[in-house]
């Protein structure tokens, strides 16, 4: 009788081990790095190591005699080495977070999983992080209002821009829906920079406009695979859930006037972009028609008037004379 072997744990620092526990053994460096530059111990010493790793060095600062107005530059050097390998660590995090709960999961493949066993109230440290990394970009984002003193007209758009990205990921935080947020955020942000990069090319060449027709049909279809996804996991997977209550204290928000909530606050968010979308569409299509109105109008008027010049004659002192300048005959009276 021939029994079957079991698979084994990969070796300690073999290849597959590595790969395996590459996003773990990231997550930890970074935790070292953050731990090491809260913590204030030997007077500051592994605050002052650490900084090298998260912050931005080589800081010059260049002062104006005139009105003692300084600038801010940065030069570069070996701890830059630092720098990097710190992000390049909060890369392979994020990298990680998509490559497990979205692409591994198969959630669009099995979309039980977005609601299956809630409350999802345990996190993974990537996934934690993620949220965290967020949350912070769009309150940072806010202040930024301020700092980089944006003009009047330009701030109850960019406010509302900022305002929502923050309600949504800190519902989906706090709620704990986080696969949800995640498989929503992941193609959002995808459409998202299609359209920063088809903006660049446009700015290099004007003629290059077909990325703006890939994004538009994108960003159709995000929009309806959002919609379709919140339906499926508030209208129908958490109100068929097994543990249907209110619980805080267990993180358990599954009850009707929640879901209703975040719902509508989806589906009102959706509407709204959709129709800015639209209205963005119709004011472009109506530049291109009234762009090339003129020009057919121009052509036809150059035409008649080429047609019109042989006939045409001024009058110049009671006297006719043509355009060209030759008089035209005058006609004899005849004799009475």
């Known amino acids: 009788m021939r029994f079957r072997r079991k698979n084994r744990s990969p070796a300690v620092l073999s290849h597959e081990f590595i790969i395996q526990n590459h996003a773990d053994a990231a997550s930890f460096l970074v935790m070292v790095f953050l731990l090491g530059l809260i913590a204030e111990v030997l007077d500051g010493a592994p605050a002052k190591s650490t900084i090298i790793f998260i912050a931005v060095q080589y800081n010059v600062t260049y002062t104006i005699d005139d009105n003692s107005e300084q600038f801010h530059f940065y030069d570069y050097g070996p701890k830059d080495f630092a720098t990097i390998f710190f992000y390049m660590l909060v890369a392979i995090y994020l990298h990680a977070v998509i490559q497990e709960y979205i692409l591994d999961e198969e959630f669009m493949m099995n979309p039980t999983s977005l609601w299956k066993d809630y409350p999802h109230s345990r996190m993974l440290f990537q996934v934690k992080f993620f949220y965290i990394c967020q949350i912070a970009y769009w309150l940072h984002a806010l202040l930024e209002l301020y700092f980089q003193r944006i003009?009047?007209?330009?701030?109850?758009?960019?406010?509302?821009?900022?305002?929502?990205?923050?309600?949504?990921?800190?519902?989906?935080?706090?709620?704990?829906?986080?696969?949800?947020?995640?498989?929503?955020?992941?193609?959002?942000?995808?459409?998202?920079?299609?359209?920063?990069?088809?903006?660049?090319?446009?700015?290099?060449?004007?003629?290059?406009?077909?990325?703006?027709?890939?994004?538009?049909?994108?960003?159709?279809?995000?929009?309806?695979?959002?919609?379709?996804?919140?339906?499926?996991?508030?209208?129908?997977?958490?109100?068929?859930?097994?543990?249907?209550?209110?619980?805080?204290?267990?993180?358990?928000?599954?009850?009707?006037?929640?879901?209703?909530?975040?719902?509508?606050?989806?589906?009102?968010?959706?509407?709204?972009?959709?129709?800015?979308?639209?209205?963005?569409?119709?004011?472009?299509?109506?530049?291109?028609?009234?762009?090339?109105?003129?020009?057919?109008?121009?052509?036809?008027?150059?035409?008649?008037?080429?047609?019109?010049?042989?006939?045409?004659?001024?009058?110049?002192?009671?006297?006719?004379?043509?355009?060209?300048?030759?008089?035209?005959?005058?006609?004899?009276?005849?004799?009475?």
């Not at 003129?294 to 019109?308: A, D, E, G, S, Y």
């Open 151 to 336: 003009q009047k007209e330009d701030i109850p758009r960019q406010l509302c821009y900022i305002c929502l990205y923050i309600a949504h990921i800190s519902g989906a935080y706090i709620l704990n829906l986080q696969r949800l947020g995640l498989i929503l955020m992941v193609p959002h942000y995808l459409v998202e920079l299609i359209f920063h990069a088809s903006r660049l090319f446009y700015f290099s060449d004007e003629n290059k406009q077909k990325g703006f027709t890939i994004w538009a049909l994108l960003f159709v279809m995000v929009r309806l695979l959002t919609l379709t996804l919140s339906v499926l996991t508030f209208g129908f997977g958490l109100a068929r859930a097994e543990d249907p209550g209110f619980s805080i204290a267990d993180g358990n928000f599954n009850v009707l006037p929640v879901r209703i909530g975040c719902l509508g606050a989806v589906c009102l968010t959706q509407a709204w972009m959709m129709w800015k979308f639209i209205n963005f569409q119709l004011k472009k299509w109506r530049e291109h028609v009234n762009n090339q109105i003129p020009k057919k109008k121009i052509t036809n008027t150059k035409n008649k008037r080429t047609k019109k010049e042989p006939n045409r004659a001024t009058f110049v002192n009671g006297a006719a004379k043509s355009e060209c300048g030759a008089s035209p005959r005058i006609r004899k009276s005849k004799p009475v």
